[in-house]
């Protein structure tokens, strides 16, 4: 049965920076497409970042430049790295796995397995 598990959430000032972690198990995420998306209360969710297969990347336009996707395939971990933290960025964060070839799209119908997310809160 695939898990994946997020950790890492918290409360924090604008500015500051955090770093959340995703754990896999019975799903090796050397072979698929990992991602991390967000919902706000009352908002849809949103794909912020995934990574596929190569290590190719793709960001949602208002998380360039501050949040960056990575893996660690030895740990079977996903990591997204979140700096300069905006208010806006307040939302509850998932993982998500996808076997497709478009998965860098973001598109939330693309991934299959779900962790049951963490909350980040950013005040300013």
């Known amino acids: 049965q695939v898990q994946l598990v997020e950790s890492g959430g918290g409360s924090v000032q604008a500015g500051q920076s955090l770093r959340l972690s995703c754990v896999a198990s019975?799903?090796?995420?050397?072979?698929?497409?990992m991602g991390w998306f967000r919902q706000a209360p009352g908002e849809e969710r949103e794909g912020v970042a995934a990574i596929d297969s190569d290590s190719r990347t793709s960001y949602v336009d208002s998380v360039k430049g501050r949040f960056t996707i990575s893996k660690d395939n030895a740990k079977n971990t996903l990591y997204l790295q979140m700096n300069s933290l905006e208010p806006e960025d307040t939302a509850m964060y998932y993982c998500?796995?996808?076997?497709?070839?478009?998965?860098?799209?973001?598109?939330?119908?693309?991934?299959?397995?779900w962790g049951q997310g963490t909350q980040v809160t950013v005040s300013s």
């Open positions: 019975a799903y090796s995420i050397s072979n698929g497409c």
């Open positions: 998500a796995a996808s076997g497709s070839r478009w998965c860098l799209r973001r598109t939330a119908a693309l991934y299959v397995y």
